[in-house]
Structures are given as C-alpha cells and as structure tokens.
C-alpha cells in the first residue's frame, strides 16, 4: 500500500491507454529478462531508473536508502545525476524541510511536489534545484518485506509537472521491483553467507530432511568421516553408527529432540576407513511457519585430541613423567586397597622403600640426561622383579616404594628382595660407560609394623636408612626380630647352597619294621650333612 492517490491509480489502471499499458508491459518484461539473466541488484534497480526515465521525458530517476541508523538517506541509484549532485543529496537529514525524499520518510507518505523552487517541502533543498534545475520531484516509499519504509524511489523533472495516472503506476512499478530486489539481494546475501558459514565452519555440519535422509553436508564433515558429498546424499546417518551405544541412548536422545527440538552431547561415531571417535554432537529440529517439521540439522566436532589431551592429563596425574611407573598418589591408593584385602582375609602386606646408592655422585658425573636414562633403566630392572598384583612407583629422584600384597612370612619377602638387590646389581651400560650399582631396602610389614600407609612408609624408610648407613647394598627390616629371622633364614640358605655345590649330603636310610609280621615294612629316605653325625 503506498497511499491514497495510488491507490486510486490502481483503480483507475483500465483508464490508460492501449500504448500506456504497452509501455508498462515492456518495463516490466525487461526488467524480469535482467532479473533472469542473473543481473545484480544493483544493475536492475539502475535499469528501473533509466526506463523510467525514458517513459516521462526531461526526468531522472533515482532510489535512496536509509542508513542503519534509520536517520540518514544516501543514494543508492541514480544512473543519470552527476557525482557533485549525488554527493549533495548523500547524508539527507529526513524532516519538513527535506525535499520530496525527506518527506517521504518523515510523513511515511507519498511526496508529489510540482514546483520545487517554490514549495516548502523543499526548502533545505532549494539550492539543489536551482543547481540542476529540478522544476518537480515525485517520490513515494519504498518498503522491506515487513512492511516498513526504509526508502525511496523518485522520478524528478527539468519541468514543472503533477503527475497523471501513467505517472503514478510507474512510481508505483518502480518502488516494488526496487523493494524486491532489494528482499532478493538480503536474500541472496543471507544464502551466501550461509554457505560461507557452512563450507567454512571447522564443525561438521549434516543436513537432513523430515524423514532423517541426507540432504547435504559440507566440507568439513566429508573431511573429518572420509565420505563425499554424492556418497552421503540419500543415506541415513546410520551409516556413521559405531556400535557403542544401546537402543537406549538413541531413544533417549531422539525423545529429547521431540520435546526440546535440540539435543547435544558426546557421541562415538564411525568414519569409513572404520575408525571410531569421539564427537560433540549438536541436533536441532527445524520446523517451518505452520509448525510442520522440515529438516535436521546436526553439528559437529571431532574432540579425540581433547579426549587424547584429557587421557594423557589422567595419565600424568598417576604417573611419574620420566618412568611412565605410576607415582606416589596412585601408590597410595593402591596399598590401601591392598590393606584393606589383608585385613579382610586376613593376610600381610610388605612395604619396601629402596633408593640407589651413591645416585647423586654417579647423576653429577654423567649428566642430567645420563641419570634419567639410569633411573628409567632401574625402574625397568625393578618392574620386572615383582608380580602383576604388586605396586611400585617411583616418588622422586632415585627413591622408589613397592608394595608387596601376600607375603606372609619373612623368607618370601627376602627372597624377593634379594633378587631385586641382585639384578640391580648387574652392569649396565650408558653414556658409553659400564656402570655397577646397588641399592638399598627398608621393609615395613602390615600389620606387624602398622596399619595405615603414612606409617608403613615412614617405618620402611627408616629401615632404609639403617640399611644404607649400614653400608647400603642390602636391606633391613624395621623390626629387629625380623632382621634376625631374616639373617638365619640367609646364613641357612648359603650353607645349603655351598653344602650342595661341595657334595656334602650323605644319604640315610632309616627302616620302618611291622611288628606284626616282623617284617621291613618301608624306609625313609633323609638327606644329612656330612657334619652331622
């Protein structure tokens, strides 16, 4: 609706005449001819002003445009004003005294002045019409699609003129096709920034129809599953299922999507060479105005590196950085563990805290780079002396603390131990030198030394320290009783060991006789050293 007079135009559109109507009809088909061949907004709203122009002769066109203050008019076309004229006519303040523009925007209304040396309307302008001699100027509005003035479309005259009929049906022609190639040009540019957004975007993007078949997908969602674009078309997205969720989680979602027409969250998908990964997953239901469901819409992101990145954190907060064994806080927890099936069965647990002897001399001498290689080597020896069930960490420079779950009896701890303190003990080779180390090794026993970690630790090692100020290479226990136990049970094993290697055992037999029948029943077999008589 632009207004009364043109309404009354519109009506009176069956008063033109047969070569009036012809003229209007070629307007309107050259107009849709530049609009087929895709000619820019801007080339068709200036062809509007020039065919106009040659409809109403001695007259220019031209299409002004509020600026996104909504307070400025600047020209947007007008193929037939010299610069110095648009240049003037740029920055127009809309008001009374604004010209027939002006008064467009200000009264919301159709401005038709005949003479603009003398009307009012034009009076802020009056040194524009001297200067190019516009006698009259028609303008009337030019609307956005919801119906709101955001311009104007003008036809000005070196004659002073009202316009008839004809006149107002070009005007009226005029402003909307300017209006709809302007709504086409918003358009145009709201799909080219979607593409934009869409092949641009670093998240996958799927788009789906109502019955969830693949309509699109852009570039970095065929880059991140393997798939082309011609592959996917069709398909549902099934075909990225990995197999890892239930029917459960997908019902779960799916009724979410129903409700809340969203659902996002972490989800394991397949890529086409197989792979599984991780991916956020955003869903959205799209509906259109009369509330019918249209589309999908899925956004994603691969987040395996933040995943890595979360494992490897996880795997860093339990673990020593140069040994990769696991560190004290993870220790911790798995002693007390241990200490709690002990104490259930019941059962002992042996708590040992060894470090290398003269470490910081043999670090000083071969270099930082030397020693780490040495204490990876060292954790490596260590982890191969002690059982799956076992727990070792290393809890800073050459200190490291083992716990040993069923060692009940002091022969099985020191035969463990010794063979601990012996492999450290063969050469090994670094920094192109053959070194020999030793250890020392203090044993707490749970629950005979303590029942907590803090003090399991703190009993193993002071016996460490007694081991080591004893001239390390060895162990000791933290209670006396136990080191002498555990001295016999050493001394007897090196007398057996040397008993065998020098051919010291003598067989005896000792006869079992039936009474009954007086007879040799059997006999046993008892080795005896040949010092015992």
Same mark, same amino acid.
């Given at each position: 609706?632009?207004?009364?007079?043109?309404?009354?135009?519109?009506?009176?559109?069956?008063?033109?005449?047969?070569?009036?109507?012809?003229?209007?009809?070629?307007?309107?088909?050259?107009?849709?001819?530049?609009?087929?061949?895709?000619?820019?907004?801007?080339?068709?709203?200036?062809?509007?002003?020039?065919?106009?122009?040659?409809?109403?002769?001695?007259?220019? %066109?031209?299409?002004?445009?509020?600026?996104?203050?909504?307070?400025?008019?600047?020209?947007?076309?007008?193929?037939? $004003?010299?610069? #110095?004229?648009?240049?003037?006519?740029?920055?127009?303040?809309? %008001?009374?005294?604004?010209?027939?523009? %002006?008064?467009?925007?200000?009264?919301?209304?159709?401005?038709?002045?005949?003479?603009?040396?003398?009307?009012?309307?034009?009076?802020?302008?009056?040194?524009?019409?001297?200067?190019?001699?516009?006698?009259?100027?028609?303008?009337? &509005?030019?609307?956005?699609?919801?119906?709101?003035?955001?311009?104007?479309?003008?036809?000005?005259?070196?004659?002073? /003129?009202?316009?008839?009929?004809?006149?107002?049906?070009?005007?009226?022609?005029?402003?909307?096709?300017?209006?709809?190639?302007?709504?086409?040009?918003?358009?145009?540019?709201?799909?080219?920034?979607?593409?934009?957004?869409?092949?641009?975007?670093?998240?996958?993007?799927?788009?789906?129809?109502?019955?969830?078949?693949?309509?699109?997908?852009?570039?970095?969602?065929?880059?991140?599953?393997?798939?082309?674009?011609?592959?996917?078309?069709?398909?549902?997205?099934?075909?990225? @299922? @990995?197999?890892?969720?239930? =029917?459960?989680?997908?019902? +779960?979602?799916?009724?979410?999507?129903?409700?809340?027409?969203?659902?996002?969250?972490?989800?394991?998908?397949?890529?086409?060479?197989?792979?599984?990964?991780?991916?956020?997953?955003?869903?959205?239901?799209?509906?259109?105005?009369?509330?019918?469901? +249209?589309?999908?819409?899925?956004?994603? @992101?691969?987040?395996?590196?933040?995943?890595?990145?979360?494992?490897?954190?996880?795997?860093?907060?339990?673990?020593?950085?140069?040994?990769?064994?696991?560190?004290?806080?993870?220790?911790?927890?798995?002693?007390?563990?241990?200490? =709690?099936?002990?104490?259930?069965?019941?059962?002992?647990?042996?708590?040992?805290?060894?470090? *290398?002897?003269?470490?910081?001399?043999?670090?000083?001498?071969?270099?930082?780079?030397?020693?780490?290689?040495?204490?990876?080597? $060292?954790? +490596?020896?260590?982890?191969?002396?002690?059982?799956?069930?076992?727990?070792?960490?290393?809890?800073?420079?050459?200190?490291?603390?083992?716990?040993? &779950?069923?060692?009940?009896?002091? #022969?099985?701890?020191?035969?463990?131990?010794?063979?601990?303190?012996?492999?450290?003990?063969?050469?090994?080779?670094?920094?192109?030198?053959?070194?020999?180390?030793?250890?020392? $090794?203090?044993?707490?026993?749970? &629950?005979?030394?303590?029942?907590?970690?803090?003090?399991?630790?703190?009993? =193993?090692? #002071?016996?460490?320290?007694?081991?080591?100020?004893?001239?390390?290479?060895?162990?000791?226990?933290?209670?006396?009783?136990?080191?002498?136990?555990?001295?016999?049970?050493?001394?007897?094993?090196?007398? *057996?060991?040397?008993?065998?290697?020098?051919?010291?055992?003598?067989?005896?037999?000792?006869?079992?006789?039936?009474?009954? /029948?007086?007879?040799?029943?059997?006999?046993?077999?008892?080795?005896?050293?040949? +010092?015992?008589?």
């Amino acid at each position: 609706m632009l207004n009364d007079g043109l309404s009354a135009a519109n009506a009176e559109f069956c008063t033109l005449t047969g070569a009036e109507q012809e003229k209007i009809l070629r307007l309107q088909q050259s107009i849709l001819e530049s609009v087929t061949h895709g000619d820019s907004y801007l080339d068709v709203i200036g062809q509007v002003c020039k065919l106009e122009e040659q409809l109403l002769p001695n007259s220019i %066109g031209s299409v002004m445009l509020l600026d996104h203050s909504g307070e400025v008019l600047n020209v947007l076309a007008a193929p037939s $004003v010299p610069p #110095e004229g648009i240049s003037q006519l740029n920055g127009l303040r809309p %008001g009374p005294g604004g010209g027939s523009c %002006g008064n467009v925007i200000y009264t919301q209304q159709p401005q038709f002045v005949s003479n603009t040396f003398t009307d009012p309307r034009w009076e802020n302008l009056r040194h524009l019409a001297y200067n190019f001699n516009l006698c009259s100027c028609w303008s009337v &509005p030019v609307y956005s699609r919801q119906r709101k003035v955001i311009g104007t479309f003008a036809l000005s005259s070196f004659e002073h /003129r009202s316009p008839s009929p004809f006149h107002l049906r070009l005007l009226e022609i005029g402003a909307s096709i300017v209006s709809i190639m302007l709504d086409r040009n918003r358009s145009q540019e709201s799909l080219r920034l979607f593409e934009q957004v869409f092949e641009g975007a670093e998240e996958g993007i799927m788009i789906t129809d109502a019955d969830i078949r693949i309509l699109s997908v852009n570039k970095t969602f065929t880059k991140i599953l393997g798939y082309t674009q011609d592959e996917l078309r069709g398909q549902t997205p099934k075909v990225f @299922s @990995s197999g890892q969720h239930g =029917a459960d989680f997908y019902r +779960t979602m799916w009724k979410q999507i129903e409700a809340k027409r969203y659902w996002r969250g972490e989800i394991w998908n397949r890529r086409k060479n197989g792979e599984i990964f991780p991916e956020w997953l955003s869903i959205s239901a799209v509906y259109d105005q009369s509330e019918q469901l +249209t589309h999908y819409i899925g956004i994603f @992101s691969d987040i395996s590196e933040l995943k890595n990145a979360e494992e490897q954190i996880q795997y860093l907060s339990t673990h020593d950085i140069l040994t990769g064994l696991p560190n004290q806080t993870a220790f911790k927890d798995r002693l007390q563990q241990a200490i =709690a099936l002990a104490a259930n069965r019941p059962g002992k647990v042996a708590v040992l805290s060894l470090d *290398l002897d003269n470490f910081k001399l043999l670090n000083d001498s071969l270099g930082l780079h030397a020693g780490d290689e040495l204490l990876r080597r $060292v954790a +490596t020896v260590l982890k191969s002396c002690i059982a799956d069930t076992d727990s070792l960490c290393r809890i800073g420079s050459d200190e490291f603390l083992l716990a040993l &779950p069923g060692c009940n009896d002091t #022969e099985t701890i020191s035969t463990v131990v010794d063979s601990m303190i012996e492999k450290v003990r063969q050469p090994i080779r670094i920094a192109e030198q053959t070194l020999s180390l030793s250890c020392s $090794v203090g044993i707490a026993v749970y &629950p005979d030394d303590g029942s907590q970690y803090d003090s399991l630790v703190m009993r =193993a090692s #002071e016996a460490r320290r007694k081991a080591k100020k004893d001239g390390g290479n060895g162990y000791r226990y933290c209670t006396e009783q136990l080191n002498s136990n555990s001295f016999e049970f050493l001394r007897l094993a090196h007398e *057996l060991r040397d008993a065998v290697s020098l051919k010291q055992f003598v067989l005896h037999f000792q006869p079992q006789i039936d009474l009954a /029948r007086e007879a040799l029943n059997k006999s046993n077999r008892k080795p005896r050293l040949a +010092t015992q008589a």
